[in-house]
Nanobody, 124 residues
């Protein structure tokens, strides 16, 4: 089992920045691919970014490419999502997800472990 707890969400003006954190506990963190997903009101949960175990590879959805950066600190069992130049369309609940064998999957169904989410609101 892996337990995930997100933090760092909040209210920010368009063009601003936030850094989300996801603290993991339970199993060997470095063995897990870690993903970020988001869900806006009335919409399905969508992929945002993923980082491979050991941190060698990352992938992003097109709408955040160049603005968001995913990283991990295995020594502190934490994955981060640095979000710059935020837009009102980025408003959503952001979820951290983990699984040992996603092969950098962008489908939520590929992840077995989820956090409770943190709200990000971007005002125009």
């Amino acid at each position: 089992q892996v337990q995930l707890v997100e933090s760092g969400g909040g209210l920010v003006q368009a063009g601003g920045s936030l850094r989300l954190s996801c603290a993991a506990s339970g199993r060997t963190f470095s063995d897990y691919d870690m993903g970020w997903f988001r869900q806006a009101p009335g919409k399905e949960r969508e992929f945002v970014a993923v980082i491979s175990s050991q941190g060698y590879r990352t992938e992003y959805t097109d709408s955040v490419e160049g603005r968001f950066t995913i990283s991990r600190g295995d020594a502190v069992n934490t994955v981060y999502l640095q979000m710059n130049n935020l837009e009102p369309e980025d408003t959503a609940i952001y979820f951290c997800a983990a699984d040992p064998n996603t092969y950098l999957a962008q489908s939520a169904a590929s992840y077995n472990y989820w956090g409770q989410g943190t709200q990000v609101t971007v005002s125009s």
